[in-house]
């Protein structure tokens, strides 16, 4: 069936550092992909996402290309903020239409 | 607009008790998901609806029940909670079964 690996985490970071969070997945088909965040206390939003092969998704300053040679779709920014310490997930949707989410990664980000 | 609303926000139950989540949307949104989530877990999906008057199973329905008798709202029932449906549930709608989903705050539920 379809699945999604994500790295875990927490991952630490320093203001201003790069950020990458690896995400592979399987799936039949063509899937399309996304990126959720979900801020402490509150529910997941939708960050970016992907429908097809070599498509970029960007948002905030988050960016993850949909690379099919590889099935991953890794989420990376280049100087984080305090305010991106949050827990993000990546999802994709293939056949039936329903999401499939990785387990979440948090990002703790420190002054 | 409100977007989807979720009640309680937190709840202890015991061993065997029931109780209703409640969750609603304001976007009048055709499709409404009720999932969980598990400490290191993605989300699994519990149960969905379509639209008002049908539900259908997802990847972890056992031990729940749902109903959709309006657009509006999608209640998700546990009857006889167990130890096992501690987790943190989400509630999220769409308006086709391709957009985005939105996703309400949460209930966190432990049964002790």
């Known amino acids: 069936g379809d699945s999604v690996t994500q790295m875990e985490g927490p991952v630490t970071l320093s203001e201003e550092a790069f950020l990458t969070i690896n995400c592979t997945y399987t799936?039949?088909?063509?899937?399309?992909l996304f990126w959720y965040v979900q801020y402490p206390g509150e529910g997941l939003q939708l960050l970016l996402k992907?429908?097809?092969?070599?498509d970029k998704g960007s948002n905030k300053g988050f960016e993850a290309t949909y690379r099919k040679e590889t099935t991953s779709f890794h989420l990376e920014k280049g100087s984080v903020q305090v305010s991106d310490s949050a827990v993000y997930f990546c999802a994709l949707r293939a056949r039936g239409n329903k999401l499939t989410f990785g387990g979440g990664t948090r990002v703790l980000v420190k002054p | 607009n409100a977007g989807v609303t979720q009640t309680p926000k937190f709840r202890i139950l015991k061993i065997g008790q029931s109780m209703t989540l409640q969750c609603a949307q304001d976007?009048?949104?055709?499709?409404m998901y009720w999932y969980r989530q598990d400490p290191g877990m993605g989300l699994k999906l519990i149960y969905y609806?379509?639209?008002?008057?049908?539900?259908d199973k997802g990847e972890v329905p056992n031990g729940y029940n749902v109903s959709r008798s309006t657009t509006e709202d999608f209640p998700l029932r546990l009857e006889l909670a167990a130890p096992s449906q501690t987790s943190v549930y989400f509630c999220?709608?769409?308006?086709?079964?391709?957009?985005?989903?939105?996703f309400g705050p949460g209930t966190r539920l432990t049964v002790l």
């Open positions: 976007m009048n949104h055709n499709y």
């Open positions: 999220a709608s769409s308006y086709l079964v391709e957009d985005t989903q939105y």
């Open positions: 609806s379509v639209g008002a008057g049908i539900t």
């Open positions: 992907a429908t097809k092969a070599d």
């Open positions: 799936a039949t088909g063509y899937p399309s």
